[in-house]
């Protein structure tokens, strides 16, 4: 994202209980398994300040996904159709309104 107007980045903590090698001589050193241990992740809550024709636009694509979003639960909860997202997208993406048609497919 080199032009973008923000930017992000992930830290992950790391896990204080690894094993300690003793001696530069050994090749390998105790396996521990972390499976049950969670390691944290630290984050950062980034404030974006949009001008107005990128509030529209954001507010524009919440709006379509909410409406998709709804459409899938009522043709799920018709029970005429399985949960399966791959047959009942086709008939959803071509039954929006004409209001749907300029957002990004990724954001339906």
Do not use: H
């Amino acid at each position: 994202m080199e032009k973008s107007w923000f930017s992000t980045s992930l830290k992950v903590v790391q896990n204080q209980n690894l094993p300690q090698i003793f001696s530069p001589s050994f090749t390998s050193s105790l396996a521990v398994s972390t499976d049950s241990e969670s390691t944290g992740q630290k984050s950062k809550k980034i404030r974006i300040f949009l001008n107005a024709e990128q509030r529209y636009t954001v507010r524009k694509w919440f709006g379509v996904s909410r409406y998709v979003f709804n459409k899938t639960v009522k043709i799920l909860e018709d029970g005429e159709t399985k949960a399966n997202w791959k047959a009942i997208k086709t008939d959803i993406l071509n039954s929006l309104p004409e209001w749907c048609k300029a957002v990004p497919y990724q954001i339906k």
